[in-house]
């Protein structure tokens, strides 16, 4: 197991998910977090900076990954998040250069099960598949997963944090 994040680093570099909803009140007070659509929509831009609502001018929020998956059976999500997905999270990282963080809002940590003697993020599907495991962290961080480090704030753990995929 990778050590716990326990600063704010990931507010400003990498790619995180965030389910933890009093900390994303906080980040979203006064901005917003965008669509996966719009997220979809600026890759096809070219990464636009000027229109990108950045939180704190280095955090890009991102809703909705959650409830695509859900709409998908397990074996397509996962396909899905390792083919489409994780191309886009990819190509945001090279062109932010290590400037800005990019952080998926998801729904409920229970969703989410961790594998501590592999240090993998399983997720566990709704709907048709209920209960199924796909591979979630290997789609979002691909072979980067075993760096993955668990954030924790006022002793919750809040999410899932990695640096940079190599």
């Known amino acids: 197991m990778n050590p716990i994040l326990l600063d704010d680093v990931w507010q400003r570099k990498g790619i995180s998910v ?16 965008i ?11 070219s990464w636009p900076d000027d229109e990108m ?13 959650d409830a695509a998956l ?7 999500a996962e396909e ?8 886009r999270i990819y190509d945001f990282q090279n062109w932010a250069e290590g400037q800005y963080a990019l952080v998926f809002w998801m729904s409920k940590q229970d969703r989410w099960k961790e594998h501590l003697e592999n ?10 598949d209920r209960g199924k495991e796909i591979e979630l962290g290997s789609g979002i961080w691909n072979g980067a997963q075993l760096s993955v ?13 990695l640096d940079r995929i190599s």
């Open 18 to 33: 965030i389910w933890d909803n009093p900390v994303l009140a906080k980040l979203v007070k006064d901005n917003r977090a």
């Open 80 to 87: 899905w998040v390792t083919q489409e997905v994780y191309k």
């Open 70 to 76: 859900d709409t998908l059976e397990a074996q397509n």
């Open 119 to 128: 240090n993998r993020y399983t997720w566990l599907c709704d709907g048709k």
């Open 53 to 65: 609502p950045f939180i704190n001018n280095d955090l890009l929020l991102v809703a909705g990954l």
């Open 149 to 161: 480090r668990r954030i924790e704030s006022d002793g919750r753990w809040i999410g899932l944090f």
């Open 35 to 45: 669509s996966l659509r719009e997220f979809f929509s600026y890759y096809e831009n």
